[in-house]
């Protein structure tokens, strides 16, 4: 390497010079040569102030991509800070940076495994997800930066990299930038199960953002139990957002919605989830109109799960129609609600004492319909009354 290293150092050598130095080495292949490139690197920060063209600055461009990209492969740690201050150099803030040696200078970063830059890193992709432009060119030049960004903190595999990583995979980008983002994911984390509980539990973010976590959850690879504590977290958030806007309010049903669904399947790890099955079921009865949906998977998770608390409120919700049959008032509504509990209460598998009363005495009053009757029929056949 002495030949190449002279070649590269003498005095007077030109851009140009010195990147024909590089070419030739990076063409035989050499290997074992990390310093030689972090060298390299030192004298082009130390002479970058000296590119005064745009040939000069073109070349330096293309200098610094390849030296990223040797250091990279080279797996050369000690150049690390030298490689933070050539992104700063060739900050994509900056327009005469195009953003493909900021991309190559993140992506080196975490090949060599520059561990104490993650929060640098993590820094800079928060800032690019704020940073939203509708400037073409602008909008490229950052891109290119978010996709080093990216491609950095799915190689370091630290949970740091998880939230701004998920914020871009939704963020204003174009969609092979959040196509990346969303492949990097699982990667970083197989259970982001605190960190996505943390995102949909914050009050800074919106509804879109807190529905698009929970997905994102039940795409990782967390374990069941996991799971069943972010869904906990989802229906609880998505009864105590409060929003006017119409778009959020669809995001925060349909997170209610998903997150029912999953409890109904993994199970309740926390009895919160009891108080907010109660507040679906009463606001979707007393709602402008039926939220049948709802109330529906709301029924089928109590159902399914079986517990006292579970067989309480269907009791309890049971007995309220009843009264209202009886006392008024008695609409449409509050049948077709019937016509969902009872059959949930005789899926349920229970043995109490009083739902085999209450149902007994729906089947035989006269405050009901032959039809109405024959539900109460069912469910008591069901349980093996």
């Not at 590089?22 to 060298?39: C, K, P, Q, S, W």
């Not at 992104?87 to 493909?100: C, K, S, T, Y």
């Not at 030049?141 to 978010?146: A, E, I, L, T």
Request: proline content about 3%; glycine content about 6%; hydrophobic content about 45%.
């Amino acid at each position: 390497m002495s030949f190449f290293i002279a070649e590269h150092n003498r005095p007077g050598a030109t851009f140009a010079n010195r990147l024909e130095v590089l070419e030739m080495v990076r063409d035989a292949n050499l290997t074992g040569i990390g310093e030689f490139y972090h060298d390299a690197l030192r004298v082009l920060l130390t002479r970058l102030p000296d590119a005064s063209g745009w040939e000069d600055r073109a070349i330096a461009n293309t200098t610094a991509r390849m030296l990223a990209q040797g250091l990279a492969a080279e797996r050369h740690l000690e150049a690390a800070s030298d490689l933070w201050t050539l992104a700063q150099n060739f900050d994509v803030v900056r327009d005469i940076n195009d953003g493909l040696v900021m991309q190559d200078t993140f992506i080196a970063l975490g090949q060599i495994d520059a561990r104490n830059y993650i929060p640098h890193i993590v820094l800079r992709l928060d800032n690019f997800n704020r940073d939203h432009t509708s400037d073409i060119e602008t909008k490229r030049r950052f891109q290119r930066g978010v996709v080093g960004a990216i491609n950095a903190l799915e190689t370091f595999q630290d949970p740091r990299g998880f939230a701004p990583v998920f914020l871009a995979s939704i963020g204003w980008y174009d969609t092979f930038v959040r196509t990346t983002a969303s492949a990097a994911l699982p990667n970083i984390m197989e259970d982001p199960t605190d960190i996505i509980i943390g995102i949909i539990r914050d009050p800074s973010n919106n509804p879109i953002v807190k529905y698009a976590a929970w997905r994102e959850l039940l795409r990782s690879r967390a374990p069941h139990d996991s799971i069943a504590r972010v869904a906990a977290v989802a229906l609880e958030v998505g009864w105590l957002f409060s929003t006017s806007n119409l778009e959020f309010q669809r995001n925060l049903r349909s997170m209610r919605l998903s997150a029912i669904d999953v409890i109904r399947v993994v199970g309740v790890v926390d009895n919160s989830v009891y108080v907010n099955l109660q507040r679906s079921y009463r606001s979707s009865i007393a709602g402008a109109t039926l939220d049948f949906e709802e109330m529906r998977r709301t029924l089928a998770t109590l159902s399914a799960s079986g517990s006292d608390e579970a067989i309480t409120l269907l009791t309890t919700f049971l007995r309220e129609l009843h009264d209202r049959r009886r006392l008024g008032p008695w609409t449409p509504r509050e049948r077709q609600a019937m016509q969902m509990v009872i059959p949930a209460l005789g899926a349920s598998g229970t043995q109490s004492l009083e739902v085999r009363q209450l149902l007994t005495m729906i089947q035989h009053t006269g405050d009901y319909t032959h039809i109405e009757q024959g539900w109460a029929r069912d469910a008591l056949r069901q349980l093996g009354f």
